[in-house]
């Protein structure tokens, strides 16, 4: 729900939203906004602003967690080089 709002908004296209969807799969208790933040394709502080208002619309989600984690990238050629350790959730 939150990526295809992402998607709407034109912050992720269809790919990077599946990219994201990927890593998201690949590390326990990940969201969304985070994967898509940490793969660099899009700035914190927008996806943060666009989970407010996607939340206020009455679509619950939890697309950010308070607690820090720590993606570590996949090795297909897709995330190598792409994702970042997060060291602050907000």
Avoid: N, W
Avoid at 34 to 43: E, H, K, R
């Amino acid at each position: 729900m939150f990526g295809e709002f992402l998607v709407q908004q034109q912050i992720l296209d269809r790919y990077q939203l599946f990219l994201a969807l990927q890593l998201q799969d690949k590390v326990p208790g990940a969201r969304l906004g985070q994967c898509a933040v940490a793969l660099g394709f899009a700035p914190r502080e927008r996806v943060e602003s666009l989970h407010i208002q996607f939340v206020g619309d009455g679509l619950d989600t939890e697309a950010f967690s308070r607690e820090p984690i720590e993606i570590i990238p996949d090795r297909s050629p897709a995330f190598v080089g792409r994702a970042r350790a997060i060291t602050r959730a907000c």
